[in-house]
């Protein structure tokens, strides 16, 4: 590992670190915010692009932290306009973004709360490469900032839907969530942020009474604990764990929910799998006796609260060659599965994935370095 690699990240420092670390380098506390605006508010990483600083500030700077948290490999276009960013971390671990521009309220960037993924879904991609790297706060915000210095656009919204498990890395998601919603962060509504999940019972707890009004999408698939443990071997398998979570989450949090269906040819994709798929976003298996549900129960219902059932987007499956025995639905049947659920009077959404033509739609992510 180099020099410059084991200094810590300019970009991981708090505003309270950061005023400290300024301190220390004997510079007035005030300079603090200046840098943290230019780093988070205007997405400038390197110390020598701060130009209303003074010089030695900024040497200061550059020679104690390291202002480089990715290094940016290539990128690809696709014919829809999303871009693809290719960056690594540690040398050779893997992380990947997609900006997608074209959205009724702007631009999203999809971005990668790990490198790899170590829960080893059957239908991802991601999750052949194992767990590469957990990846810190100014690393996962060091993907919007250099996706939209590289792209010329500015981001509307934050998916943490690419590589990795959000839940995974609470700890970072935390950090990013505080500076994105931080007023001396992008001062952005909580709204604007979506974790996806495979779905972890506690980390979800935590989650709804830690982020206010952040969105959360849960990628269900497969509406049978014995599916979800033979294709998700690592996520929680128990639907009825999964309701309490959902129930919890919706009664304290206040955040969107939607739950991730990837129709998959034979294998989630019959009339029974919708019958139990609008079972479950009724939340019909929660358990009512549970702690956590008569804990939730105590909450105020939060203002503008989602109505049941929870809204579903079904996902048109994108193959991967390492995993052929996943097919994706035919187009007839999607549109079946989608008139199966409204017909019960489940909102519901087919969704198509963006950026196929260049490997970033869902479960595409996974680039290998040499
Ligand atoms: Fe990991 Fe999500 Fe892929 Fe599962 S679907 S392997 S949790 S990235």
């Given at each position: 590992m180099?020099?410059?690699?084991?200094?810590?990240?300019?970009?991981?420092l708090?505003?309270?670190?950061?005023?400290?670390?300024?301190v220390?380098?004997?510079?007035?506390?005030?300079r603090?915010?200046?840098?943290?605006?230019?780093?988070?508010?205007?997405?400038?990483?390197?110390?020598?692009?701060?130009?209303d600083?003074?010089?030695?500030?900024?040497?200061?700077?550059a020679?104690?932290?390291d202002?480089?948290?990715l290094?940016?490999?290539?990128?690809?276009?696709?014919?829809?306009?999303s871009i693809?960013?290719?960056w690594?971390?540690?040398?050779?671990?893997p992380?990947?973004?997609v900006?997608?521009?074209?959205?009724?309220?702007?631009?999203a960037?999809?971005?990668?709360?790990?490198?790899?993924?170590?829960?080893?879904?059957g239908?991802?991609?991601?999750?052949?490469?194992?767990?590469r790297?957990?990846l810190?706060?100014g690393?996962?915000?060091?993907?919007?900032?250099?996706?939209?210095?590289?792209?010329g656009?500015?981001?509307?919204r934050?998916?943490?839907?690419?590589?990795?498990?959000?839940?995974?890395?609470?700890?970072?998601?935390?950090?990013?969530v505080?500076?994105?919603?931080?007023?001396?962060?992008?001062?952005?509504s909580?709204?604007?942020?979506?974790?996806?999940?495979?779905?972890?019972?506690?980390?979800l707890?935590?989650l709804?009474?830690?982020?206010?009004?952040v969105?959360?999408a849960?990628?269900?698939?497969?509406?049978s604990?014995?599916k979800?443990?033979?294709?998700?071997p690592?996520?929680?398998?128990?639907?009825?764990?999964?309701?309490?979570a959902?129930?919890?989450?919706?009664?304290?949090n206040?955040?969107?929910?939607?739950i991730?269906?990837?129709?998959?040819?034979?294998?989630?994709?019959?009339?029974?799998?919708?019958?139990?798929?609008?079972?479950f976003?009724?939340?019909a298996?929660?358990d009512?006796?549970?702690?956590?549900?008569?804990?939730?129960?105590?909450?105020?219902?939060?203002?503008?609260q989602?109505?049941?059932?929870?809204?579903?987007?079904?996902?048109?499956?994108?193959?991967?060659?390492?995993?052929?025995?996943?097919?994706?639905?035919?187009e007839?049947?999607?549109?079946?599965?989608?008139?199966l659920?409204?017909?019960?009077?489940?909102p519901?959404?087919?969704?198509?994935s963006?950026g196929?033509?260049i490997?970033?739609?869902?479960?595409?992510?996974?680039?290998?370095?040499?």
């Amino acid at each position: 590992m180099s020099e410059q690699a084991r200094q810590p990240l300019l970009l991981d420092l708090s505003l309270a670190q950061l005023e400290r670390a300024v301190v220390d380098l004997g510079q007035p506390a005030y300079r603090a915010r200046q840098v943290y605006h230019w780093l988070h508010q205007r997405g400038v990483l390197d110390p020598q692009g701060m130009t209303d600083l003074p010089a030695t500030i900024r040497e200061q700077l550059a020679a104690n932290y390291d202002c480089q948290p990715l290094r940016f490999r290539t990128q690809a276009v696709s014919a829809d306009g999303s871009i693809k960013y290719l960056w690594t971390v540690a040398d050779t671990a893997p992380v990947e973004a997609v900006l997608m521009p074209g959205f009724d309220y702007g631009t999203a960037l999809c971005a990668s709360s790990q490198s790899g993924c170590g829960f080893g879904c059957g239908f991802c991609q991601t999750g052949r490469l194992g767990l590469r790297a957990q990846l810190s706060a100014g690393q996962i915000l060091a993907q919007l900032y250099d996706a939209e210095s590289r792209g010329g656009m500015t981001a509307d919204r934050l998916v943490l839907m690419g590589m990795g498990e959000p839940l995974a890395n609470l700890r970072s998601v935390r950090q990013v969530v505080a500076v994105l919603t931080g007023a001396e962060g992008r001062d952005w509504s909580a709204r604007r942020i979506t974790v996806s999940t495979v779905g972890l019972y506690k980390p979800l707890v935590e989650l709804a009474n830690t982020f206010p009004r952040v969105n959360l999408a849960l990628s269900l698939h497969f509406t049978s604990a014995e599916k979800r443990r033979k294709h998700m071997p690592k996520a929680e398998p128990r639907l009825e764990r999964l309701a309490d979570a959902l129930f919890n989450y919706r009664r304290v949090n206040g955040g969107k929910l939607t739950i991730e269906y990837a129709l998959l040819d034979g294998l989630n994709d019959r009339d029974r799998d919708a019958r139990r798929l609008a079972q479950f976003a009724r939340l019909a298996d929660i358990d009512r006796e549970s702690e956590l549900i008569q804990q939730a129960l105590e909450y105020p219902v939060p203002p503008r609260q989602q109505p049941l059932p929870l809204h579903v987007n079904l996902i048109t499956y994108n193959p991967i060659p390492a995993a052929p025995q996943y097919r994706p639905t035919d187009e007839r049947r999607v549109s079946e599965f989608a008139r199966l659920l409204s017909d019960a009077e489940v909102p519901v959404t087919v969704r198509r994935s963006r950026g196929a033509d260049i490997a970033a739609a869902c479960g595409q992510l996974g680039s290998e370095i040499a």
